[in-house]
């Protein structure tokens, strides 16, 4: 499979590359935007690198997408989007996103997952998008039971981060519930 760019009206969504690894090292070196991530935050140019030759393995292996979110005004790369965990045969994912805090609040994340919730849905035929997010990420959980998820329990102590152990919440969509809000 190719891989595949998805357009909204003000994003594209495309592959990462190694031309966008001062961008991508940009947003993820930024203490904001890794505090509920998961991961520590970047602090050389190479951990960048590395992620978007992971992003393209998992691509090849069929265990994830991820999309980097360009401004068509501009053709500035500034987040990224993407599908983890994807399991065909199980027909599910987990959904992920970051985007650099200059462009918070301003619909670009619910665009660009709006547009994976759709190919993930009809062109994938997923059956379930999950989602796992910190508690203290308040923005994120309103952002996705917007599009739909739910949350379905606490994950105890899930994610280890800087040392600490965090909880996170499952929430996810299911196909049947995204069309029926698209019918809406």
């Given at each position: 499979?190719?891989?595949?760019?998805?357009?909204?009206?003000?994003?594209?969504?495309?592959?990462?590359?190694?031309?966008?690894?001062?961008?991508?090292?940009?947003?993820?070196?930024?203490?904001?935007?890794?505090?509920?991530?998961?991961?520590?935050?970047?602090?050389?140019?190479?951990?960048?690198?590395?992620?978007?030759?992971?992003?393209?393995?998992?691509?090849?292996?069929?265990?994830?997408?991820?999309?980097?979110?360009?401004?068509?005004?501009?053709?500035?790369?500034?987040?990224?989007?993407?599908?983890?965990?994807?399991?065909?045969?199980?027909k599910r994912a987990?959904?992920?996103?970051?985007?650099?805090?200059?462009?918070?609040?301003?619909?670009?994340?619910?665009?660009?997952?709006?547009?994976?919730?759709d190919f993930s849905?009809?062109?994938?035929?997923?059956?379930?998008?999950?989602?796992?997010?910190?508690?203290?990420?308040?923005?994120?959980?309103?952002?996705?039971?917007?599009?739909?998820?739910?949350?379905?329990?606490?994950?105890?102590?899930?994610?280890?981060?800087?040392?600490?152990?965090?909880?996170?919440?499952?929430?996810?969509?299911?196909?049947?519930?995204?069309?029926?809000?698209?019918?809406?």
């Open positions: 499979m190719n891989f595949p760019i998805l357009e909204t009206k003000r994003l594209k969504l495309i592959e990462i590359t190694h031309q966008h690894v001062d961008e991508l090292y940009g947003i993820l070196s930024l203490e904001e935007v890794t505090r509920f991530y998961g991961t520590n935050r970047f602090t050389l140019q190479v951990e960048a690198t590395r992620l978007i030759d992971l992003f393209l393995k998992n691509f090849l292996d069929k265990r994830g997408i991820r999309w980097g979110i360009k401004l068509k005004e501009n053709q500035r790369i500034i987040g990224t989007v993407g599908l983890n965990g994807l399991q065909l045969n199980n987990e959904i992920g996103y970051e985007l650099h805090p200059s462009f918070w609040r301003m619909g670009y994340a619910s665009e660009a997952i709006k547009e994976v919730l849905f009809n062109r994938l035929d997923l059956y379930r998008i999950g989602a796992v997010v910190y508690p203290e990420n308040e923005a994120s959980i309103h952002l996705l039971m917007k599009q739909g998820f739910m949350k379905e329990g606490l994950l105890r102590g899930y994610i280890l981060q800087n040392e600490q152990f965090h909880d996170t919440h499952v929430l996810s969509l299911l196909r049947p519930e995204w069309k029926e809000s698209q019918e809406e």
